[in-house]
């Protein structure tokens, strides 16, 4: 797989049916190793390993519903209280992060209301703080280490 731009980590894997698989630590079993689900496994780790997020407050491929339609998020970092600290939004290295990605992530954050989002294709990524009060995002240059 491409090398990405994030610190160096090891990760388990298998062969499954002709396919590599990749060890997911958070959903406790294999998943099949797409150069998404790479860019996923890395910002897993990047949150858990150097940001301290919890494992325990990490979520990872769940629907949502938006407008009616069923989504499936990325990545989340919740709260203790059950808030949503971060919102994750992954795409592969060979995919341009543009205004339609920014898009794609603020209408999921309307129903999921994160204090901060994340926008990653492993080569590039972007961080934001929501100001609901003033219905805006700053950008930053990287998400707070978890307090």
Same mark, same amino acid.
């Given at each position: ?17 002709? /396919?590599?698989? %990749?060890?997911? @630590? ?6 099949? !190793?797409?150069?998404?689900?790479? &860019? ?14 919890? /494992?325990?407050? %990490?979520?990872? @491929? ?6 009616? !339609?069923?989504?499936?998020?990325? &990545? ?14 992954? /795409? ?56």
């Amino acid at each position: 797989m491409q090398k990405l731009n994030f610190p160096s980590y090891s990760f388990r894997f298998k062969n499954s049916e002709n /396919k590599m698989a %990749i060890f997911d @630590e958070i959903r406790k079993k294999f998943i099949i !190793l797409t150069p998404e689900e790479w &860019v996923r496994q890395h910002v897993v780790r990047f949150l858990s390993e150097e940001k301290k997020y919890p /494992k325990s407050l %990490i979520n990872v @491929e769940k629907v949502l519903l938006v407008n009616g !339609l069923r989504k499936r998020y990325d &990545v989340v970092v919740f709260n203790s209280d059950g808030s949503i600290e971060v919102l994750v939004e992954c /795409k592969a290295p060979e995919v341009k992060i543009t205004q339609g990605t920014f898009d794609q992530i603020a209408r999921y954050n309307m129903t999921m209301k994160s204090n901060f989002l994340m926008v990653s294709n492993g080569l590039n990524h972007y961080f934001c703080q929501m100001d609901y009060q003033n219905e805006k995002y700053q950008f930053l240059t990287a998400i707070p280490d978890y307090k």
